[in-house]
Protein backbone atom coordinates (compact mmCIF):
# COMPACT_ATOMS: atom_id res chain seq x y z
CA UNK A 1 0.00 0.00 0.00
CA UNK A 2 1.62 3.49 -1.04
CA UNK A 3 0.73 6.52 0.88
CA UNK A 4 0.70 9.39 -1.31
CA UNK A 5 0.81 12.99 -0.19
CA UNK A 6 -2.07 14.62 -1.94
CA UNK A 7 -0.50 18.23 -1.99
CA UNK A 8 3.01 17.30 -3.64
CA UNK A 9 1.83 14.34 -5.36
CA UNK A 10 5.28 12.37 -3.45
CA UNK A 11 5.32 9.42 -2.00
CA UNK A 12 4.93 9.73 1.84
CA UNK A 13 5.28 5.90 2.80
CA UNK A 14 4.72 1.83 1.73
CA UNK A 15 2.99 -0.33 3.62
CA UNK A 16 3.78 -4.21 3.27
CA UNK A 17 0.57 -6.24 2.54
CA UNK A 18 0.39 -10.02 2.44
CA UNK A 19 -1.44 -9.78 -1.29
CA UNK A 20 -3.49 -8.03 -3.67
CA UNK A 21 -5.92 -5.09 -2.76
CA UNK A 22 -8.47 -3.68 -5.08
CA UNK A 23 -10.17 -1.29 -2.89
CA UNK A 24 -9.45 1.25 -0.13
CA UNK A 25 -12.20 3.50 1.81
CA UNK A 26 -11.54 5.32 4.81
CA UNK A 27 -13.41 4.20 7.80
CA UNK A 28 -13.39 7.84 9.19
CA UNK A 29 -12.69 11.11 8.13
CA UNK A 30 -8.50 11.09 9.19
CA UNK A 31 -8.47 7.18 8.53
CA UNK A 32 -7.85 4.40 8.90
CA UNK A 33 -7.75 3.55 5.99
CA UNK A 34 -9.89 -0.17 5.52
CA UNK A 35 -7.93 -2.69 3.50
CA UNK A 36 -9.47 -5.93 2.07
CA UNK A 37 -6.01 -8.19 1.20
CA UNK A 38 -8.07 -11.02 -0.68
CA UNK A 39 -5.16 -13.21 -1.03
CA UNK A 40 -4.78 -13.45 3.09
CA UNK A 41 -8.87 -13.23 4.10
CA UNK A 42 -8.02 -10.38 6.00
CA UNK A 43 -9.40 -6.89 6.72
CA UNK A 44 -6.43 -4.34 7.59
CA UNK A 45 -6.86 -1.07 9.09
CA UNK A 46 -4.05 1.24 8.29
CA UNK A 47 -3.61 4.89 10.29
CA UNK A 48 -3.01 7.78 8.91
CA UNK A 49 -0.59 9.59 7.97
CA UNK A 50 2.12 7.23 9.49
CA UNK A 51 0.74 3.80 7.78
CA UNK A 52 0.61 1.63 11.04
CA UNK A 53 -1.59 -1.19 11.09
CA UNK A 54 -3.39 -1.31 14.41
CA UNK A 55 -5.47 -4.19 13.37
CA UNK A 56 -6.09 -6.88 11.26
CA UNK A 57 -9.25 -9.26 11.10
CA UNK A 58 -10.03 -12.32 9.26
CA UNK A 59 -12.62 -12.05 7.02
CA UNK A 60 -14.74 -14.74 4.69
CA UNK A 61 -12.85 -16.19 1.01
CA UNK A 62 -11.85 -13.36 -0.91
CA UNK A 63 -12.51 -10.03 0.50
CA UNK A 64 -13.33 -7.54 -2.04
CA UNK A 65 -14.58 -4.14 -0.56
CA UNK A 66 -15.20 -2.49 3.03
CA UNK A 67 -17.02 0.15 4.44
CA UNK A 68 -18.23 1.16 7.98
CA UNK A 69 -21.73 2.33 8.61
CA UNK A 70 -22.05 5.49 10.94
CA UNK A 71 -22.69 3.30 14.02
CA UNK A 72 -19.04 2.11 13.45
CA UNK A 73 -19.64 -1.81 12.13
CA UNK A 74 -17.82 -1.97 8.99
CA UNK A 75 -19.05 -4.67 5.64
CA UNK A 76 -16.69 -6.49 3.90
CA UNK A 77 -17.71 -8.13 0.62
CA UNK A 78 -16.15 -12.04 0.23
CA UNK A 79 -15.74 -12.00 -3.50
CA UNK A 80 -14.86 -15.67 -3.52
CA UNK A 81 -16.64 -16.75 -0.88
CA UNK A 82 -20.46 -15.60 -1.89
CA UNK A 83 -20.64 -13.84 1.75
CA UNK A 84 -20.60 -10.46 3.61
CA UNK A 85 -19.18 -10.35 6.83
CA UNK A 86 -20.15 -7.60 9.54
CA UNK A 87 -17.59 -6.76 11.98
CA UNK A 88 -17.52 -4.85 15.31
CA UNK A 89 -13.84 -4.00 15.85
CA UNK A 90 -12.13 -6.94 15.61
CA UNK A 91 -14.73 -9.48 15.75
CA UNK A 92 -16.89 -10.86 12.62
CA UNK A 93 -20.45 -11.17 14.43
CA UNK A 94 -22.67 -11.43 11.48
CA UNK A 95 -22.41 -13.24 8.02
CA UNK A 96 -25.25 -12.52 5.00
CA UNK A 97 -24.69 -15.80 2.49
CA UNK A 98 -26.96 -14.68 0.22
CA UNK A 99 -25.18 -12.94 -2.49
CA UNK A 100 -23.21 -14.81 -5.44
CA UNK A 101 -20.28 -12.70 -5.87
CA UNK A 102 -20.32 -9.41 -3.71
CA UNK A 103 -18.49 -6.65 -4.96
CA UNK A 104 -18.49 -3.01 -4.33
CA UNK A 105 -19.93 -1.65 -0.83
CA UNK A 106 -21.10 1.66 -0.01
CA UNK A 107 -22.47 3.43 3.26
CA UNK A 108 -25.24 6.32 3.63
CA UNK A 109 -25.96 6.31 7.14
CA UNK A 110 -26.23 3.01 8.73
CA UNK A 111 -27.33 2.26 5.45
CA UNK A 112 -25.09 -0.16 3.43
CA UNK A 113 -25.17 -1.21 -0.30
CA UNK A 114 -23.58 -4.30 -2.33
CA UNK A 115 -23.41 -5.10 -5.75
CA UNK A 116 -23.28 -8.21 -7.10
CA UNK A 117 -21.61 -8.51 -9.97
CA UNK A 118 -22.74 -11.80 -11.39
CA UNK A 119 -26.09 -11.02 -10.52
CA UNK A 120 -26.50 -7.40 -11.48
CA UNK A 121 -27.83 -6.39 -8.16
CA UNK A 122 -27.87 -4.04 -5.52
CA UNK A 123 -28.35 -5.21 -2.04
CA UNK A 124 -29.22 -2.51 1.12
CA UNK A 125 -28.51 -3.64 4.52
CA UNK A 126 -29.38 -1.93 7.48
CA UNK A 127 -26.76 -2.10 10.04
CA UNK A 128 -28.29 -0.85 13.02
CA UNK A 129 -30.64 -3.81 12.79
CA UNK A 130 -28.11 -6.04 10.86
CA UNK A 131 -30.83 -7.63 8.36
CA UNK A 132 -31.07 -7.27 4.58
CA UNK A 133 -33.73 -4.44 3.84
CA UNK A 134 -34.01 -4.87 -0.03
CA UNK A 135 -32.25 -6.32 -3.49
CA UNK A 136 -32.85 -4.32 -6.60
CA UNK A 137 -31.99 -5.09 -10.42
CA UNK A 138 -28.81 -3.14 -10.83
CA UNK A 139 -28.35 -2.38 -15.08
CA UNK A 140 -26.62 -5.03 -16.72
CA UNK A 141 -23.10 -4.62 -15.22
CA UNK A 142 -22.65 -2.94 -12.06
CA UNK A 143 -19.23 -2.24 -10.48
CA UNK A 144 -18.75 0.60 -7.92
CA UNK A 145 -21.26 2.69 -5.86
CA UNK A 146 -21.04 5.21 -3.56
CA UNK A 147 -23.42 7.52 -1.54
CA UNK A 148 -24.22 11.34 -1.37
CA UNK A 149 -25.10 14.02 1.05
CA UNK A 150 -28.97 13.10 0.35
CA UNK A 151 -28.45 9.39 1.46
CA UNK A 152 -28.72 8.09 -2.02
CA UNK A 153 -26.28 5.54 -3.62
CA UNK A 154 -24.75 5.93 -7.21
CA UNK A 155 -23.99 2.91 -8.87
CA UNK A 156 -21.71 2.98 -12.04
CA UNK A 157 -23.55 0.27 -14.68
CA UNK A 158 -20.29 -0.43 -15.97
CA UNK A 159 -21.40 -3.06 -19.32
CA UNK A 160 -24.82 -0.25 -19.38
CA UNK A 161 -22.82 2.47 -20.07
CA UNK A 162 -25.22 4.12 -17.60
CA UNK A 163 -25.14 5.77 -14.13
CA UNK A 164 -28.15 4.52 -11.93
CA UNK A 165 -29.41 6.67 -9.03
CA UNK A 166 -31.33 4.87 -6.09
CA UNK A 167 -33.38 6.63 -3.54
CA UNK A 168 -32.76 4.53 -0.08
CA UNK A 169 -35.88 7.07 2.16
CA UNK A 170 -38.50 4.39 2.86
CA UNK A 171 -38.47 1.37 0.51
CA UNK A 172 -35.17 1.45 -1.88
CA UNK A 173 -35.56 2.12 -5.18
CA UNK A 174 -33.90 2.96 -8.55
CA UNK A 175 -34.96 6.37 -9.36
CA UNK A 176 -33.48 7.44 -12.39
CA UNK A 177 -31.09 5.65 -15.22
CA UNK A 178 -28.46 8.31 -16.86
CA UNK A 179 -26.73 7.22 -19.94
CA UNK A 180 -23.07 7.17 -19.71
CA UNK A 181 -21.09 5.47 -22.77
CA UNK A 182 -17.84 4.72 -22.58
CA UNK A 183 -18.12 2.43 -19.84
CA UNK A 184 -18.17 4.11 -16.53
CA UNK A 185 -15.91 2.28 -13.77
CA UNK A 186 -14.27 4.37 -11.07
CA UNK A 187 -16.32 6.76 -8.80
CA UNK A 188 -16.03 8.92 -5.96
CA UNK A 189 -18.09 12.07 -4.71
CA UNK A 190 -16.98 15.49 -3.52
CA UNK A 191 -19.58 16.02 -1.02
CA UNK A 192 -18.65 19.99 -0.55
CA UNK A 193 -19.38 20.37 -4.19
CA UNK A 194 -21.64 18.18 -4.27
CA UNK A 195 -20.04 16.89 -7.79
CA UNK A 196 -19.82 12.86 -8.74
CA UNK A 197 -16.28 12.28 -10.61
CA UNK A 198 -16.67 8.92 -12.80
CA UNK A 199 -13.79 7.54 -14.97
CA UNK A 200 -14.97 6.19 -18.56
CA UNK A 201 -11.91 3.13 -19.16
CA UNK A 202 -12.68 2.74 -22.89
CA UNK A 203 -12.27 6.69 -23.61
CA UNK A 204 -9.52 7.58 -21.07
CA UNK A 205 -11.48 10.22 -19.91
CA UNK A 206 -13.23 11.70 -16.55
CA UNK A 207 -16.56 13.27 -16.12
CA UNK A 208 -17.54 14.90 -13.42
CA UNK A 209 -21.54 15.44 -12.77
CA UNK A 210 -23.30 17.79 -10.78
CA UNK A 211 -26.00 16.88 -8.78
CA UNK A 212 -26.96 19.85 -7.32
CA UNK A 213 -30.47 20.10 -10.07
CA UNK A 214 -31.14 16.90 -8.92
CA UNK A 215 -30.65 15.39 -12.02
CA UNK A 216 -26.69 14.56 -12.41
CA UNK A 217 -25.23 17.02 -15.37
CA UNK A 218 -22.57 16.96 -16.67
CA UNK A 219 -20.08 20.26 -15.94
CA UNK A 220 -15.99 18.92 -16.32
CA UNK A 221 -14.33 16.15 -18.69
CA UNK A 222 -10.75 15.82 -19.27
CA UNK A 223 -8.59 13.24 -20.55
CA UNK A 224 -6.63 10.40 -18.63
CA UNK A 225 -3.89 7.89 -17.71
CA UNK A 226 -4.55 5.01 -19.43
CA UNK A 227 -7.65 2.59 -17.92
CA UNK A 228 -8.33 4.69 -15.43
CA UNK A 229 -9.83 1.83 -13.27
CA UNK A 230 -9.58 3.96 -9.74
CA UNK A 231 -10.72 7.63 -8.60
CA UNK A 232 -10.59 9.67 -5.20
CA UNK A 233 -11.23 13.01 -4.37
CA UNK A 234 -10.19 15.77 -1.52
CA UNK A 235 -13.01 17.36 -0.57
CA UNK A 236 -11.09 19.76 1.21
CA UNK A 237 -9.56 21.11 -1.77
CA UNK A 238 -11.36 19.62 -4.85
CA UNK A 239 -8.59 18.05 -6.09
CA UNK A 240 -8.90 14.59 -8.33
CA UNK A 241 -6.68 11.71 -8.36
CA UNK A 242 -6.93 9.18 -10.87
CA UNK A 243 -4.69 6.06 -10.84
CA UNK A 244 -4.00 3.77 -14.12
CA UNK A 245 -4.59 -0.33 -13.77
CA UNK A 246 -1.99 -0.34 -17.01
CA UNK A 247 1.14 1.26 -16.18
CA UNK A 248 0.62 2.27 -12.21
CA UNK A 249 0.40 6.32 -12.84
CA UNK A 250 -1.89 8.70 -10.52
CA UNK A 251 -3.13 11.73 -12.01
CA UNK A 252 -3.85 14.58 -9.92
CA UNK A 253 -5.85 17.17 -11.34
CA UNK A 254 -7.42 20.57 -10.12
CA UNK A 255 -11.08 20.78 -11.58
CA UNK A 256 -11.38 24.78 -12.82
CA UNK A 257 -13.57 27.04 -10.22
CA UNK A 258 -17.18 26.72 -10.47
Known sequence: LVLLDGVAGAVRTEVPLPGVVRHLQLAAAGGPVLVPVEEADQLFRVALPGGGVPSRVGTGDGPHDATAAANGLVFVADEFGG?????????????????????????????????????????????????????????????????????????????????????????????????????????????????????????????????????????????????????????GTGRVFVASASDGTVQLFDPPPR
Open 83 to 235: TVSVLDGDRVVQVFDEPSQPGGLAAAGNLVGMIDVRDATLTVYDAAARSQLARLPAGDGPTHLVADKRGRLLVTDTRGDALLTYELAGQPLLRASTPLPGRPYGITYDQVRDRLWITLTDRNELVGLDLGTGTPTEAVRVPTVRQPNTVAVDS
